[in-house]
């Protein structure tokens, strides 16, 4: 059985500070998924990480995959409020159908303040 | 193009109702799923389906019915509410052997009494 852990799942941070999420998977996966949500949203996708190494940026978010340690980790970069929000990582957990069946983390809620 | 359509937004069911959340998408995807999202729990897979006649249970599926009849519409059943079925509920769709990107609507708020 797929299982996803996502720590912390509280992060209070600073503006300006970096800080990282992590996101461990317990079994090989096809990909893995990124996701923002604000309160009372939908999911915003950030990034889909296809392969091992695979390294992806968008402003001040950067996530990275690494497949034998079955681990993917979200970067943040000089924090700004606009960054609140929570954070999933989730995970294919059928072979072959990417995207059809997701195994969610329970998600990273990330507070920065000034 | 609207992308993934639910409704309703928003309801209220009594104990024992049965009711169903639409699930529309018009971009011709095969791949189409239900979520549903409690705090602290994250989203958690109901149903999912590869295409038209063809479902599949997920993480929690207890309580919950889903048929596929056309590639367009993936209705969520719940055949006699609870009020462990308090949540916000997801659909997604995704095309299928192509592109990365899967389409979430914008939830259907359900709460049970």
């Known amino acids: 059985e797929l299982k996803v852990e996502q720590n912390p799942l509280f992060l209070s941070m600073q503006e300006g500070k970096n800080y990282t999420i992590y996101c461990n998977y317990s079994?090989?996966?096809?990909?893995l998924y990124w996701y923002r949500q604000d309160p009372g949203k939908s999911l915003e996708s950030l990034f889909v990480l296809l392969s091992n190494g695979a390294v992806k940026q968008e402003g001040r978010l950067m996530a990275s995959l690494d497949t034998k340690a079955r681990l993917s980790t979200l970067h943040i970069t000089a924090a700004v409020h606009d960054l609140s929000a929570t954070y999933f990582c989730?995970?294919?957990?059928?072979?072959?159908?990417?995207?059809?069946?997701?195994?969610f983390g329970k998600g990273t809620t990330l507070s920065v303040s000034s | 193009n609207a992308g993934v359509t639910q409704t309703p937004k928003f309801q209220v069911l009594k104990t024992g109702q049965s009711m169903t959340l639409q699930c529309a998408q018009d971009m011709n995807h095969e791949y189409m799923s239900w979520y549903r999202q409690d705090p602290g729990m994250g989203l958690r897979l109901i149903h999912y389906?590869?295409?038209?006649?063809?479902?599949d249970q997920g993480e929690v599926p207890n309580g919950y019915n889903v048929s596929r009849s056309t590639t367009e519409d993936f209705p969520l059943r719940l055949l006699s509410a609870a009020p462990s079925q308090t949540s916000v509920y997801f659909c997604?769709?995704?095309?299928?052997?192509?592109?990365?990107?899967?389409?979430f609507g914008e939830g259907s708020w359900l709460t049970v009494v």
């Open positions: 997604a769709s995704k095309r299928s052997f192509s592109g990365n990107t899967i389409y």
């Open positions: 389906s590869v295409g038209a006649g063809i479902t």
């Open positions: 079994t090989t996966s096809d990909r």
């Open positions: 989730a995970v294919d957990s059928r072979a072959g159908q990417a995207g059809t069946a997701l195994i």
